[in-house]
């Protein structure tokens, strides 16, 4: 253990790879709280499993089998999804990149760990809702009252341009351009904006929404 020490702490590079997450790469601050978590489980795989608190890990221990024996342990002792483990490997990946970079001597050892597949994931079938569907959910809603507009408005919104919720209900009316090809400019993860074409019958309802809410 004594000779352990002297090693570099794996714990140092975590700290510093977060803080160039947060300061160069302008990650949201979604990404930083699953990168945090996912190093929270790896410290934690070594604890129980190794036997080896965090302050003692070295990047000795940043290994390939190591690696993958984390993702077995997500899996089998904890019961995460494969989906969830190719999350927790995307983590670990950027972290093998960004050591591999501040320290040569452990470039091919982080070389291996970002080499590592993601696993294959069952594809199921999405289902998706007809345009009759669609239409006769549209038409139950009752809009005699504000509420029943604005959720036809939304629905309609979601439908014809396939935003996700969480962008639609971040989407201001500054973000949203009236006119000759309306559009409507959505945050998406990771900060990144996009514009989006409205048909002219949701802008309509968009309008008819403004109108009775002002």
Same mark, same amino acid.
């Given at each position: 253990? !004594?000779?352990? %020490?002297? *090693? #570099?702490?794996? /714990?140092?590079?975590?700290? $510093?790879? =977060? !803080?160039?997450? %947060?300061? *160069? #790469?302008?990650? /949201?601050?979604?990404?930083? $709280?699953? =990168?945090?978590?996912?190093?929270?489980?790896?410290?934690?795989?070594?604890?129980?499993?190794?036997?080896?608190?965090?302050?003692?890990?070295?990047?000795?221990?940043?290994?390939?089998?190591?690696?993958?024996?984390?993702?077995?342990?997500?899996?089998?002792?904890?019961?995460?999804?494969?989906?969830?483990?190719?999350?927790?490997?995307?983590?670990?990946?950027?972290?093998?990149?960004?050591?591999?970079?501040?320290?040569?001597?452990?470039?091919?050892?982080?070389?291996?760990?970002?080499?590592?597949?993601?696993?294959?994931?069952?594809?199921?079938?999405?289902?998706?809702?007809?345009?009759?569907?669609?239409?006769?959910?549209?038409?139950?809603?009752?809009?005699?009252?504000?509420?029943?507009?604005?959720?036809?408005?939304?629905?309609?919104?979601?439908?014809?341009?396939?935003?996700?919720?969480?962008?639609?209900?971040?989407?201001?009316?500054?973000?949203?351009?009236?006119?000759?090809?309306?559009?409507?400019?959505?945050?998406?993860?990771?900060?990144?904006?996009?514009?989006?074409?409205?048909?002219?019958?949701?802008?309509?309802?968009?309008?008819?929404?403004?109108?009775?809410?002002?």
């Amino acid at each position: 253990m !004594k000779n352990k %020490r002297k *090693e #570099k702490q794996l /714990s140092m590079f975590i700290a $510093s790879f =977060y !803080k160039m997450l %947060r300061a *160069e #790469k302008g990650c /949201s601050d979604n990404t930083l $709280s699953t =990168y945090s978590y996912t190093f929270v489980l790896f410290f934690k795989y070594f604890k129980e499993v190794k036997e080896i608190n965090f302050k003692d890990l070295t990047l000795k221990d940043f290994t390939k089998k190591n690696v993958l024996g984390f993702y077995d342990w997500l899996e089998n002792e904890r019961g995460n999804s494969i989906c969830s483990r190719n999350n927790r490997r995307a983590a670990i990946s950027s972290l093998a990149q960004f050591i591999a970079q501040e320290e040569p001597e452990y470039m091919h050892q982080c070389l291996e760990i970002t080499e590592i597949k993601r696993k294959k994931e069952d594809v199921k079938t999405v289902c998706h809702a007809s345009v009759d569907g669609l239409q006769l959910i549209l038409s139950s809603i009752k809009v005699d009252t504000i509420d029943g507009i604005r959720d036809r408005v939304m629905l309609t919104v979601l439908s014809v341009t396939g935003i996700r919720v969480s962008e639609l209900i971040n989407i201001k009316i500054c973000d949203v351009s009236f006119g000759y090809n309306s559009s409507i400019l959505v945050h998406g993860k990771g900060n990144k904006d996009r514009l989006v074409y409205l048909p002219n019958k949701a802008t309509s309802l968009i309008l008819d929404f403004l109108k009775v809410t002002k």
